[in-house]
Structure formats: structure tokens, C-alpha cells
């Protein structure tokens, strides 16, 4: 149950960055370490480096075809399930070595996704709204005296992609290609910032700081 929950959660994540190369790995339906890059490996491996320690066990979407240098990357932890669009014979020949893993394929994984209805059981009934489905900053105002740097307004673009799939309440630090530190589902955002800035340690100097309210 949890498995299908979390593996429908990085995939929900996954789809905000069709295009590139991304690597989604969730815990317990929040985010733990997200990465975009050049490659898949690029993408994974800053994805890892975002939180080490809660990856482990945990569930990682991919957009692309796992090759053998990530394959063996994604070998090096438990992980619970890895879905991707498709894997090398390869890479399957690595991962079918880990004991206890579940290797799902599925084809367009993280190209687009599903912008019907969202859809909660409550006792007696449904809670049913559309979907949100905005992926892109769109039109927006800046009204500090300086305005963010082209890589800021990156970084702000992913953090908020990122935010937006963290149970609130939520902060997410991070660069323009990966996430630093992130604080899900607390009773108060102050204790989300905290723990953020615990998880970026060093790295949460001169990043972007998303939150959900």
C-alpha cells in the first residue's frame, strides 16, 4: 500500500520536469532528494547527495532509460521500488542482483501527467477537486529592489516544483538543479525551516527558500 502511495507520489513529481533528465526519490509521500541534469546519472546522484540518510529504503522515479553507470549508483543503498520508462539489459543485470527490490517500467514515466481529478476518501464520503496542474511560474511581479538573477529565478522555478509535492507544512531549499534541504509536514512552518536548513547544512548559504504559504 505505502509503496504504490509513494511510488504514485515521485511519479506525480517526476512529470513537473519533462524534458530533462530528473530524479525524484520520496520517503514516506514527501520529497528526500530531487535532481535534474545533463544525464541521468547527473540527476540521480545530485538527487542522492540532497539527503544520504533518508533515501535509504526509499522509492526513485526516473525519466529516462537506466543505464549501467546509474544502475550501479542506485545498487550502492537499499531502495524499496525504482520505476523508469526503461532499462538497459545491462542495468537490469545489476539491479536483479538486489535482493527485495521492485523494478517497475513504465513507458512515458515522468513525460506528462494525469490532469483530471484529485481525488481523498474521507468516512462516508469523497473529497474530490481538480488537479493542480500549473507547472511553470508564469507572469510574476518582483517587488524587492533587486531582482533575482537569471540562475535565482531557476532555482526559485525548481523550489517551487519541488514545494509544491512536500506535505505542508513545507519548506524546500534549493539550487537551480537539485534540491538542498527539505523540511514536510510540520505543524508550523518555522520547525520546516528548521529542519531545511539542518538537512542543507552548509549548502543552505546562498540558496532559494521555497514555501508553500
Known sequence: FNNINDTAAAISMLNEFAGTPAAVAVKH???????IGDTLFE?????????????FGGIVALNRKVDPETAKKLSEIFL?????????E????ILGKKKNIRLLQLEGCGEGGYKGFDIKKIDGGLLVQSKDSLSE??????????????????????GWKVVKHTRSNAIVLTNDNASLGIGPGQTNRITALE?????????????VMASDA
Not at 509521500?29 to 535532481?35: D, K, S
Not at 511560474?137 to 525548481?158: H, N, Q, S
Request: glycine residues 8%; aromatic residues 8%.
Open 90 to 93: 545491462e542495468a537490469l543485470a
Open 80 to 88: 524499496e521500488v525504482i520505476v523508469a520508462p526503461e532499462y538497459s
Open 137 to 158: 511560474l508564469g507572469d510574476y511581479k518582483v517587488i524587492t529592489k533587486r531582482a533575482p538573477t537569471e540562475k535565482e529565478l531557476a532555482a526559485m522555478a525548481f
Open 29 to 35: 509521500a514527501n520529497p528526500c532528494g530531487v535532481g
Open 43 to 55: 540527476a540521480y546522484t545530485r538527487a542522492y547527495d540532497s539527503d544520504p540518510v533518508s533515501i
Open 195 to 207: 529542519l531545511a536548513i539542518k538537512y542543507a547544512g552548509e549548502r543552505a548559504k546562498g540558496s
